[in-house]
């Protein structure tokens, strides 16, 4: 992981690959964007005249715009990174912690294959070290665990060390912040590397080793059900939806409690199949080779688990892992198979591609017995979820509308795109069987819609959820933008240890 410091010396004190600063949309031209000492410092070395320079050199200021450009002498780097933060901010006013975030990003991408950055770019006070801290080292993260014995990666590893220029370093707050940023970061590059994982590396007992082995460093409780355990407890989803494979399921459960009895409990469960060949209902072409990262939600909340533990927040958080893989065989469940679930209900399968509601039903059932004062799910669900809100933006589901729209809210607080979906009482007419209690797919129209419904059927009385859709922005196929990259994205982690901090600050309660 790229390390982090912070630093109050001037920019021609720090010796480091390259000094990056931020570049503003001015009226006439670019500007150097106010409210960095250090980058007024940057601007000095070239005498006033570093806007002109990158202007000549065609830059602009627009978000995340990259520009290098040789330093002069006065400075200990070599080269100048400016990476545009769009139109400066209102006078008085801090730059959006997502556009910082995002620059910050796309500047520590550009400097793939250094050893040393120092940013300069305007932090505004200690909640701007957030932002700046958490997109220079998400940018940096580079997934390499799989390259061959010929691969050096010495062009483009990712960038070893940032140091922040901060005028205000020494102060509590500020290192706080730090801190804070480096576990987040760490966690949600521990969710892109499982999800990067390819899936002969990761079947589910292999994932539940490797919680076990994290959990037990930072003091994380475990339980790993086997298919035995499962077989003898009636978790037929999850039996169902592995019975075609050679590898079994599990389901695990990770357990930060620091106060059992007096804080609040966030529950949160996580769809994780391994790999998702749809089954006897068969992917078509084209549509298996991501199929890794359908376990992303795992991902995220076995990472979210970590992060609370790692922070110290005082909230009971319990991490439920519906680990399987759906492959097609002999033994594999039909299409028209009925399956009794944990909870007792029986569920007639139309499609066997429909699988990750089938294993997040057996643990939401299971997380319930708990009695939670939230619980929160996590699946790269359905493709209708993509098609309506595309590739970026995960929704948000619910059988509490004030619930729904608080993780809404976290969500945006955390820097990710959601959006809050209903979910209609006609669509559950759908997903009714005449051989069974439910089918496990409805009509096609509102797809995402009516997979929450289902989910909704199997969440305890009284227990306020939320159903988190992210089948759009887990895996990114494209080209990496801001602190995004290629492949796995950590998508929800940030949204989920964002709401275990407002739970440990008591806005859970109702």
Not at 146 to 155: E, I, K, P, T
Not at 436 to 463: P, T, Y
Not at 476 to 487: D, I, L, R, V
Request: glycine share 14%.
């Amino acid at each position: 992981m790229t390390a982090l410091t912070l630093s109050n010396l001037a920019a021609t004190a720090v010796p480091a690959d390259a000094v990056v600063i931020g570049l503003a949309k001015g009226e006439s031209g670019p500007v150097i964007a106010p409210g960095s000492p250090a980058a007024a410092s940057v601007d000095a070395a070239f005498d006033g005249g570093l806007a002109a320079a990158l202007s000549t050199l065609g830059a602009k200021g627009d978000e995340e715009e990259i520009t290098r450009l040789p330093a002069p002498d006065g400075l200990p780097v070599p080269l100048v990174v400016a990476v545009g933060l769009g139109a400066a901010p209102e006078s008085g006013a801090d730059y959006r912690a997502e556009t910082l975030r995002r620059a910050a990003g796309a500047a520590a991408r550009a400097l793939a294959g250094s050893e040393h950055a120092a940013f300069a770019l305007p932090v505004g006070g200690a909640a701007g070290i957030a932002p700046v801290a958490e997109g220079a080292l998400l940018g940096a993260y580079a997934f390499t665990a799989f390259r061959g014995r010929g691969f050096s990666g010495a062009d483009s590893g990712p960038l070893s060390r940032v140091t922040l220029l901060d005028a205000d370093a020494g102060d509590e707050a500020h290192a706080v912040a730090a801190e804070r940023a480096l576990v987040l970061a760490e966690e949600v590059a521990r969710a892109r590397d499982l999800v990067n994982t390819p899936p002969n590396a990761l079947n589910p007992a292999g994932f539940a080793a490797l919680v076990e082995t994290a959990a037990a460093e930072y003091g994380v409780e475990t339980l790993v059900l086997d298919e035995q355990e499962l077989t003898a407890g009636g978790y037929g989803g999850l039996l169902g939806v592995g019975q075609g494979s050679a590898s079994p399921p599990r389901l695990v459960r990770v357990g930060y409690a620091p106060d059992p009895e007096g804080a609040p409990t966030l529950a949160l469960v996580g769809k994780g199949i391994t790999y998702d060949s749809g089954g006897i209902s068969l992917k078509p072409a084209g549509h298996n080779e991501t199929m890794k990262c359908d376990m992303a939600g795992a991902a995220a909340v076995f990472a979210t688990v970590l992060a609370a533990a790692r922070l110290g927040l005082r909230v009971n958080v319990t991490g439920w892992l519906a680990l399987a893989e759906n492959m097609p065989s002999g033994s594999a469940v039909r299409p028209g198979d009925v399956l009794t679930m944990y909870s007792g209900k029986t569920v007639e399968v139309l499609n066997t591609d429909a699988e990750g509601r089938l294993v997040m039903a057996d643990a939401l059932t299971r997380a319930g017995e708990e009695s939670p004062d939230a619980l929160v799910d996590v699946a790269t669900l359905t493709g209708a979820m993509v098609l309506a809100l595309g590739k970026r933006t995960f929704g948000v589901l619910g059988n509490d509308d004030a619930f729904r729209d608080l993780v809404h809210e976290t969500a945006g607080q955390a820097g990710e795109q959601s959006w809050p979906l209903p979910m209609p009482a006609e669509l559950a007419e759908g997903l009714k069987s005449p051989v069974a209690d439910l089918a496990n797919v409805g009509e096609r129209m509102g797809g995402g819609l009516s997979a929450g419904l289902f989910l909704k059927e199997f969440v305890a009385d009284g227990v306020r959820w939320a159903h988190l859709d992210i089948a759009g922005p887990a895996f990114n196929e494209g080209g990496p933008f801001g602190y995004t990259p290629k492949g796995g994205t950590g998508s929800a982690v940030r949204t989920l240890v964002r709401l275990a901090e407002r739970a440990a600050g008591g806005e859970l309660a109702g």
